[in-house]
């Protein structure tokens, strides 16, 4: 299973990325995505998430600008970002509970994955 990230770059402050998060490979489900980001020095956040019903929770500090959404069928995930600001400027990287069913042992099991990250940066 691999997650890969795409539509970060440089906007200027009150503009706007759509990021993707692609999950690929021996794919049974997936739970909720979620989107986090690391700034430089600074630990990394929890900034959006979705669970597989559609339910979505957000950090205070995107609230109002940012939208999360997925497309089950395609198994991706996507987090729109409106307004940024220059503290918006981070390493985003996608996260999700991914199940790959293992015929061997019959089971469905699920497992946590990162993607690789994708640089988001604001400024003039």
């Known amino acids: 299973v691999q997650l890969v990230e795409s539509g970060g770059g440089l906007v200027h402050p009150g503009g706007s990325l759509r990021l993707s998060c692609a999950a690929s490979?021996?794919?049974?489900?997936?739970?909720?995505m979620c989107w986090y980001r690391q700034a430089p020095g600074k630990e990394r956040e929890l900034v959006a998430t979705?669970?597989?019903?559609?339910?979505?929770n957000y950090a205070d500090s995107v609230k109002g600008r940012f939208t999360i959404a997925r497309d089950n069928a395609k198994n991706t995930g996507y987090l729109q970002m409106n307004s940024l600001k220059p503290e918006d400027t981070a390493v985003y990287y996608c996260?999700?509970?991914?199940?790959?069913?293992?015929?061997?042992?019959?089971?469905?099991?699920?497992?946590?994955?990162w993607g690789q990250g994708t640089q988001v940066t604001v400024s003039s």
């Open positions: 979705i669970t597989s019903g559609g339910k979505t």
């Open positions: 490979g021996s794919i049974s489900s997936i739970n909720a």
């Open positions: 996260n999700a509970g991914v199940g790959v069913y293992d015929v061997r042992r019959r089971i469905l099991e699920y497992n946590d994955y």
